[in-house]
């Protein structure tokens, strides 16, 4: 979330400077001459790795594009199915769909995310791939997930769109599966606008996301891009060198953009403490702060607590502002009866839960403020 709200000079200079440096070459690709060598998908990329310290990074053009390319290079097609969570965004339902497939779907328990318990009971010959999400700022139970996964040698996607930064056991989200997804649209918690990338340990899946993305190029050494053929089909996925500049200026901002939601989320939480059930943390995970998420059993206090944080100008996100976007049972057009039938478990807990948004444009004291203001209707 708070990625766009630091949009300042250092952002537009980055810029800048692929006019300056690099004669206004906007392409991730070619024109090395032109250029003068001077590639900034290339160096977020490489940064990326850094920070994540995962070892190889693809950029492309968007998160949901992240999670097709993740899918095609594990083969998955038509007649397969993908098992992934009813508390979701509906890209990665979008990007099964768009391979063929067939999405299966679990329930979520008390932290929101995805029940290892059901997902080993809907794992099939046809299963084909799991994309775990880790639903705002809180690690899932990452370690059964695996574990499930392993048994049944099933590779294992973490879409780490929503919590970019928090740790399970102290390692970085994103990075601790086959493939880690993330997404830099203008809602997340760094962005390029539009925007996303793929991590990976694995060269080979690497090669694939690289050529995939990009036509299905050989990527031959030293071949100009005319020559260099294809052997596969691809598509295009590709991130300009006009996002790559401004993600460069916004991933230097993330130990910031951390530090601070924490404050943020730190005030309602000590004024929470032993009076207002939050939501359930598994043990091992340190959230990114992107939300605080807390828990009211009574139907009227509800109403009356999400009507009184819209009138503060916070809202609410996804629980209940944007659920429509984030919960399987209303995606209709998308999975089937029965699938939206095994949805109505996850449909009792999530609307018991708030979400208050953690917004860096407003103070810490606002949080205090709302904090004390929620108490009253509690
Ligand atoms: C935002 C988001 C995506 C998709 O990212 P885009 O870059 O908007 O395509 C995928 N999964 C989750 C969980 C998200 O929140």
């Known amino acids: 979330m708070p990625g766009n709200e630091l949009i300042n000079h250092k952002e537009l200079r980055e810029v800048k400077k692929i006019f300056t440096e690099s004669d206004g070459v906007l392409f991730a690709h070619g024109f090395d001459k032109r250029r003068k ?105 990452l370690d059964k997930i695996q574990k499930v996964c392993k048994k049944k040698k099933i590779p294992l996607i973490e879409d780490n769109c929503e919590a970019m930064g928090a740790t399970f056991r102290k390692k970085k989200l994103g990075t601790q599966s086959d493939i880690g997804i993330f997404s830099f649209d203008f809602g997340k918690t760094i962005t390029t606008g539009e925007g996303g990338c793929l991590l990976t340990n694995n060269k080979k899946k690497y090669l694939y996301f690289k050529r995939y993305h990009d036509h299905g190029h050989k990527l031959l050494r030293n071949l100009p891009r005319g020559i260099d053929d294809a052997d596969m089909p691809g598509f295009n996925y590709r991130m300009t060198e006009l996002q790559a500049a401004v993600g460069l200026a916004q991933l230097s901002k993330l130990d910031y953009i951390l530090r601070e939601s924490k404050k943020r989320f730190i005030a309602i939480e000590n004024r929470f403490k032993n009076k207002v059930k939050l939501r359930g943390i598994y043990k091992g995970s340190i959230p990114n702060y992107d939300t605080l998420i807390f828990k009211i059993d009574d139907k009227k206090k509800r109403s009356r607590i999400v009507k009184y944080l819209n009138s503060t100008g916070v809202g609410t996100k996804n629980l209940p502002d944007a659920i429509k976007w984030h919960f399987a049972f209303f995606w209709k057009h998308a999975v089937t009866k029965d699938q939206i039938k095994n949805t109505l478990i996850s449909k009792k807990i999530l609307e018991k839960y708030i979400a208050i948004p953690i917004f860096l444009r407003k103070k810490v004291e606002t949080y205090e403020k709302v904090a004390i203001g929620l108490l009253k209707l509690i």
């Open 37 to 141: 060598n001077i590639f900034r998908v290339r160096q977020f990329e490489k940064k990326l790795s850094n920070v994540f310290k995962s070892k190889y990074v693809q950029c492309v053009s968007s998160g949901t594009a992240a999670i097709k390319i993740a899918l095609k290079s594990l083969g998955v097609k038509h007649g397969d199915e993908v098992i992934t969570q009813s508390f979701n965004f509906i890209a990665t339902i979008e990007a099964i769909l768009d391979c063929g497939a067939k999405p299966i779907i679990t329930g979520i328990n008390e932290d929101l995310n995805m029940s290892s318990e059901e997902l080993s009971k809907l794992i099939t010959k046809k299963t084909k791939a799991v994309i775990l999400v880790h639903m705002l700022g809180y690690s899932a139970e």
